[in-house]
T-cell receptor, first 112, second 114 residues
Framework: RKEVEQDPGPFNVPEGATVAFNCTYS??????FFWYRQDCRKEPKLLMS???SGNEDGRFTAQLNRASQYISLLIRDSKLSDSATYLC?????????????FGTGTRLLVSP | DAGVIQSPRHEVTEMGQEVTLRCKPI?????LFWYRQTMMRGLELLIY????????DSGMPEDRFSAKMPNASFSTLKIQPSEPRDSAVYFC????????????FGDGTRLSIL
């Protein structure tokens, strides 16, 4: 089983739609979680950290379910500029040092 | 603020040649990471330094790959000799210590080995 698994998509949605991505992780000792966004031919950029209580940043909401070992990202009122690949990232914090494991990403295409 | 700086942005060379990729982390960050990204394998961690010391190099593909961090503001990833299968985008990232600290990526080096 992969350490971090995501549906590769693509998710095709119209502007204004709400879309949700899930990500599962296998190591119950995982300590912290992030969502990154990657545009075509660009570097991954931090979108938001994911906190245990869930957190919101504008149109974006991230949730963490430790019991079921999954993380979700909800995007409301999708914009054309949201089209990108969304990477789920888990920090294993192995032996006192960071070990970030990246999922392969979920591709989102927002159309007019 | 300056982000992670990588050079060169693009490199095209013939197989068998030595390739050196360079990275300057964000000032004050004490962890540095080298990644490789391809369509087939996604983003793979190659090596991770903390306070200039290599902590985890289990992702380095083979002996042809080597990485150094002589000081807190500079790291290199070297491939010698290079092969066509090494063609990929190579990213450098840095972060502060702490489990909740995210990594910040450079623009990447697009490497093509002919």
């Amino acid at each position: 089983r992969k350490e971090v698994e995501q549906d590769p998509g693509p998710f095709n949605v119209p502007e204004g739609a709400t879309v949700a991505f899930n990500c599962t992780y296998s190591n119950s000792a995982s300590q912290s979680f992030f969502w990154y966004r990657q545009d075509c031919r660009k570097e991954p950029k931090l979108l938001m950290s994911v906190y245990s209580s869930g957190n919101e940043d504008g149109r974006f909401t991230a949730q963490l379910n430790r019991a079921s070992q999954y993380i979700s990202l909800l995007i409301r009122d999708s914009k054309l500029s949201d089209s990108a690949t969304y990477l789920c990232v888990v920090n294993l914090m192995n032996t006192g040092f960071q070990k970030l494991v990246f999922g392969t990403g979920t591709r989102l295409l927002v159309s007019p | 603020d300056a982000g992670v700086i990588q050079s060169p942005r693009h490199e095209v060379t013939e197989m068998g040649q030595e390739v050196t990729l360079r990275c300057k982390p964000i000032s004050g960050h004490n962890s540095l990471f080298w990644y490789r990204q391809t369509m087939m394998r996604g983003l793979e961690l190659l090596i991770y330094f903390n306070n200039n010391v290599p902590i985890d190099d289990s992702g380095m593909p083979e002996d042809r790959f080597s990485a150094k961090m002589p000081n807190a503001s500079f790291s290199t990833l070297k491939i010698q000799p290079s092969e066509p299968r090494d063609s990929a985008v190579y990213f450098c990232a840095s972060s502060s210590d702490g489990v909740y600290q995210p990594q910040h990526f450079g623009d990447g080096t697009r490497l093509s080995i002919l």
